[in-house]
């Protein structure tokens, strides 16, 4: 039984050291690194109690870490834990419950306890979000995506029948798979397989039009990863791509990523389009996907620490930011061209009004313009809306 204090202990250490200034999944493996006595199954119990202690995000601010970790143990998963059986066992005997149940146990314990209160900014809400269900999908973690890419349908399916892995086909280029799946240690990443959230996924409808041109330019003008570009180049290899980035070290990553992607022809470009006269592309575009920077707020289950630590005063610098950037790159858009708009955020400034500034401000017109909600699904909420320029502008 000691051994679960230990765990626990350590655990308290933990949230008390670490500040949210990187992402805490590389945190822990440093921490980890550094103690190389605690086996994997110690590591995952610690980490299990951090993760939960982070997934309560604003409930039950004032009370102690141990406090706090139990009880998001507790609300978070669904099968008997060892530890909790050990150090709550009631509440460890009612983990299978339904949540509202485990919500209802929880506030008898503790009446402070708000389930509303894990994610504070419903205010700033996109509309459509049901805030309940947003909070709720905090308490679990995302499945893992998996995009199959064009003509590896069969190989694909294939490999998992094989493995005994549970999985769920949702489209015909659509894979759900348990979060902890070791992915390279079962396909190519990139040549048969890119993992990319199901809204992600979901954003490649937008693209292109019923009538593109035969080979449209297409300028992901925040190309982060690259998962856009690969995926627009999956829907028509023959788009003349050029990708863009403030990040040299971005830029390198995707160089190799699309050499395994089998992306060879395009241009690259080191630019920061949130300044004064920033360096453009010296092509128009047919289509600019415009992948902003963003809050994030809509993957915050993936990493309930960024909820933890946000400071709601960012949004509007994220806007700012946002706004610059779509002002910069609409001044490469072609007539009748589109821009697609994708945050992975769910909140409003980010969102809908980014899109009004460029409708009022640049004279695009918005042709769609949607949450894509994933709480409902295990998956990413985002949003994306679909804006052209104009054939002809009238004043």
């Not at 339904?98 to 700033?124: D, G, V």
């Not at 280029?173 to 996924?201: G, M, R």
């Not at 017109?365 to 909600?373: C, D």
């Amino acid at each position: 039984m000691s051994r679960f204090y230990t765990y626990l202990n350590t655990a308290v250490k933990i949230v008390h050291q670490y500040a949210g200034d990187i992402p805490l999944s590389s945190w822990l493996k440093d921490f980890y690194r550094q103690r190389k006595q605690m086996g994997s199954k110690d590591r995952k119990q610690v980490s299990e109690l951090v993760y939960s202690y982070y997934r309560l995000g604003n409930s039950l601010p004032a009370y102690p870490a141990e406090d706090r970790m139990l009880a998001g143990l507790f609300l978070c998963q669904q099968t008997p834990r060892e530890l909790l059986h050990y150090l709550k066992r009631e509440w460890d005997e009612a983990i299978g419950l339904p949540l509202a149940e485990k919500q209802t146990l929880l506030k008898q314990k503790h009446p402070e306890f708000r389930p509303a209160t894990i994610f504070p900014y419903q205010q700033e809400l996109s509309a459509g979000i049901d805030p309940e269900l947003f909070n709720q999908s905090f308490l679990y973690q995302p499945d893992l995506f998996l995009r199959i890419r064009p003509g590896h349908e069969k190989a694909v399916l294939t490999k998992l029948q094989g493995t005994g892995i549970s999985y769920q086909h949702l489209n015909p280029a659509c894979i759900a798979l348990p979060n902890t799946t070791k992915i390279d240690q079962l396909f190519e990443p990139d040549q048969e397989v890119v993992i990319q959230d199901y809204n992600s996924q979901q954003t490649g409808q937008f693209f292109f039009g019923a009538h593109p041109p035969p080979s449209p330019v297409v300028w992901d003008c925040c190309a982060a990863s690259g998962g856009k570009s690969i995926m627009a180049f999956d829907a028509n290899p023959s788009i003349r791509l050029t990708v863009s980035d403030i990040r040299p070290s971005i830029l390198h990553n995707l160089r190799q990523r699309f050499e395994r992607a089998g992306i060879l022809n395009y241009g690259s470009l080191l630019t920061d389009l949130s300044i004064p006269h920033p360096h453009l592309p010296s092509a128009e575009a047919d289509l600019i996907i415009a992948d902003a920077p963003c809050s994030g707020s809509g993957t915050w289950a993936r990493t309930p620490e960024q909820l933890y630590f946000f400071q709601p005063e960012k949004i509007l610098a994220y806007q700012e930011l946002q706004k610059k950037i779509v002002h910069a790159a609409a001044k490469k858009l072609k007539k009748g061209g589109r821009m697609v708009y994708i945050t992975c955020s769910v909140f409003r400034k980010e969102n809908e009004e980014v899109v009004a500034y460029m409708q009022e401000q640049l004279g695009l017109q918005v042709e769609t313009a949607l949450v894509l909600k994933g709480y409902d699904m295990r998956a990413d909420s985002m949003f994306a809306a679909v804006l052209s320029e104009p054939w002809f502008k009238t004043d």
